[in-house]
């Protein structure tokens, strides 16, 4: 059941209901007034911009692009993959992501995948689908191969760069090694940007540790616990370094290993 009504006197006399909690006209909330409950200090207000021009005209203001499918519809692939537009594509990708020969063919060979999809699912003929797969693909190589010509993408610099920072994060040479295969990098590539750019194993090992905190980073008491040290150990062998390196690392006094990480993050 509703609570009574209380009469309040309103303007020429007149009466005016009010349930209880209610607000007259004229009166805020605390929250709305910017206050607390006790009026000692301010609450924050968050500002609002005023909408300055409609939706529409906002809307007006957006990137034209293809409409958005319903839900369960085809997507438009939208035109073959042509030379030119694979171009347009790898320089694009390049512009923000570093990347090998090998690597940028994968990138654009997976956005040809991505469109002969597409195209299947709009009913394109699959005859016509593969001939232009067939094409765009060789396009992708041609394109890969003239942008390393021109040293817009560099392996070498790709692989010097990656060595550095990899080791810089406490990887080994094998793990860096591995990384840059996998990358695509020629063997004589990784070869020299481990000879120039990646340190000795025991200072990543020991910047590994360090990450951890582990061995001289860790807990002293660790190194007598067998179930701590084996942990430590398979933790430096899973990043790739030896046993001898690994219980060198671990077994480092604190400040010597505390020396060698800083003036490894110094190169």
């Known amino acids: 059941m509703s609570g009574p009504v209380r009469r309040e006197p309103g303007r020429a006399g007149e009466g005016t209901a009010r349930r209880p909690g209610a607000r007259a006209a004229g009166e805020h909330s605390d929250r709305e007034s910017g206050w607390d409950a006790t009026g000692a200090a301010p609450l924050p207000v968050s500002p609002i911009a005023p909408n300055s021009e409609s939706d529409d005209a906002a809307a007006a203001k957006r990137a034209p692009g293809r409409a958005r499918p319903r839900s369960g519809e085809p997507v438009d692939p939208g035109p073959v993959p042509t030379a030119g537009r694979l171009r347009e594509a ?14 940028l063919v ?12 597409q195209a299947g699912d709009a009913g394109r003929p699959s005859d016509e689908i593969a001939a232009a ?29 990656r060595a550095r920072s990899l080791s810089r994060g406490g990887r080994s040479r094998r793990a860096i090694g591995a990384h840059l295969a996998g990358r695509g990098v020629a063997p004589e590539l990784i070869e020299t940007a481990l000879e120039e750019a990646a340190g000795s194993d025991l200072r990543s090992a020991v910047l590994q540790a360090r990450r951890r905190r582990i061995g001289p980073f860790g807990d ?4 007598d616990d067998p179930a701590a040290w084996n942990k430590a150990l398979a933790a ?32």
């Open 220 to 223: 002293p008491a660790a190194l």
């Open 133 to 161: 797969v067939r094409e765009a693909r060789e396009a992708v190589r041609a394109v890969a191969a003239s942008l390393a010509g021109a040293r817009v993408v560099d392996d070498a610099a790709f692989a010097e760069s």
């Open 106 to 117: 994968r990138v654009l060979d997976r956005k040809i995948a991505r469109w002969s999809r």
């Open 236 to 267: 430096l062998a899973r990043a790739g370094f030896d046993r001898d390196t690994a219980e060198r690392a671990l077994r480092m006094d604190p400040q010597e290993a505390e020396a060698f990480a800083l003036a490894r993050h110094a190169l």
């Open 90 to 103: 790898a320089l694009a990708h390049l512009a923000r992501f570093a990347a090998t020969e090998a690597g």
